[in-house]
């Protein structure tokens, strides 16, 4: 799960068309059998991880 606290980072919706701040939950979930195949995955497609240290996996 992550939050997005503005709507407006899709291009396809113009700021004419949105009224107020407006944000979303995204939850995205895979067939990977192990936590580390879906990680790889979600990284392939340009998902940035951090570690616990807040340096990058």
Same mark, same amino acid.
């Given at each position: 799960?992550?939050?997005? *606290? #503005?709507?407006?980072? @899709?291009? #396809?919706?113009?700021? *004419?068309?949105?009224?107020?701040? =407006?944000?979303?939950?995204? %939850?995205?979930? %895979? $067939?990977?059998k $192990? *936590?580390?195949?879906?990680?790889?995955?979600? =990284?392939?497609?340009?998902?940035? @991880?951090? *570690?616990?240290?807040?340096?990058?996996?």
């Amino acid at each position: 799960n992550m939050g997005i *606290d #503005e709507c407006l980072i @899709f291009p #396809e919706l113009g700021h *004419d068309e949105v009224k107020g701040s =407006r944000g979303m939950n995204v %939850t995205m979930v %895979t $067939t990977s059998k $192990t *936590d580390e195949g879906a990680v790889e995955l979600l =990284r392939m497609l340009g998902m940035p @991880f951090r *570690d616990e240290e807040g340096g990058q996996l």
